[in-house]
């Protein structure tokens, strides 16, 4: 059977064909998947989630100045919060599907999604994710950084450098009128080559409106495959790469810390980006 994408490239009734809608059809006709022209972000709209981008950056600076030992991930989550609301955003991860804290707080074997807590307390050799994401005028921007609290073991230190180069390169590959499985593609193969494994289970996607929107932006895969990536739209790249088994769980009790199913220590970093015609352009610098 063939498998059929959706037609999501609409060309209303009499209009004439401008040069995209060309481009966008050829490939639509082939059978692949392209963006709705809903993801096609205006230039006013690119300069919303940009604004939202730069508070983001400076929430993240703000957190990078003052995290150190001893400190609990609920101190991290006043910072955000305090920060974000002071200079006229919103911390989007507050009240989002019920998560309780203003930011992600994710330690060692925690992937993503950890709570802030007055009762989780940063140690020496912490390898620490904080993931935030800002809304400005109703435009979202996200983003994530790993923090070395202290000195840390090799090991662990490299995972967080691969995970940052996986970032890198999947953003590299990414190239207008590309598709996003060339994203999962490459960063799957950096971890590979260096002995890790990429988290399947969750996702980079299209942000800027709403904090998640189409498309799935999956951290492996193949090669011309998944959405086509045409100039204007605008994901995030966010692999979460282990140290051991791609597994993960859930935990039970608060139904959001995403955990490794072996407990080895897991990284990740994000960006959010908008598609340019000469490659991506990093929107949370
Ligand atoms: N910031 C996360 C992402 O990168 C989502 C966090 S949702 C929350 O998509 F509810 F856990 F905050
Ligand atoms: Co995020
Ligand atoms: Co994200």
Not at 13 to 23: Q, R
Not at 54 to 61: K, R, S
Not at 223 to 251: H, R, S, Y
Request: proline share 4%.
């Amino acid at each position: 059977m063939i498998k059929r994408n959706k037609v999501n490239w609409k060309i209303p009734k009499g209009a004439e064909l401008t040069e995209l809608d060309k481009k966008v059809l050829y490939f639509q006709n082939k059978g692949h998947l392209v963006p709705t022209r809903e993801l096609i972000k205006t230039p006013e709209q690119i300069e919303g989630i940009r604004r939202a981008g730069l508070l983001n950056t400076a929430v993240l600076d703000k957190v990078a100045e003052n995290i150190k030992e001893g400190m609990s991930t609920a101190e991290i989550d006043k910072i955000v919060y305090d920060y974000t609301t002071s200079h006229g955003g919103i911390p989007a991860c507050l009240g989002y599907e019920g998560f309780p804290k203003s930011v992600c707080t994710s330690i060692n074997e925690v992937v993503c999604h950890g709570i802030p807590s007055e009762e989780e307390i940063l140690e020496e050799g912490d390898i620490i994710n904080v993931d935030c994401t800002t809304i400005v005028d109703g435009y979202y921007a996200d983003a994530s950084r790993m923090f070395i609290i202290g000195k840390t073991t090799p090991e662990k230190e490299k995972l967080v450098q691969v995970a940052r180069e996986c970032m890198d390169i999947g953003a590299e590959a990414a190239q207008p009128f590309g598709f996003v499985g060339d994203i999962g593609h490459a960063v799957e193969k950096h971890a590979k080559k260096n002995g890790f494994s990429v988290v399947r289970d969750l996702c980079g996607h299209g942000v800027g409106l709403e904090f998640h929107e189409e498309p799935d932006v999956l951290h492996y895969g193949r090669k011309g495959t998944g959405m086509l990536l045409v100039p204007g739209m605008v994901f995030t790249i966010e692999p979460m790469i282990n140290m051991g088994t791609w597994e993960v769980f859930i935990d039970e009790e608060d139904g959001w810390t995403v955990v490794t199913e072996d407990e080895l220590p897991s990284a990740q970093w994000e960006h959010t980006y908008v598609m340019t015609d000469n490659g991506l352009e990093i929107l949370t610098y």
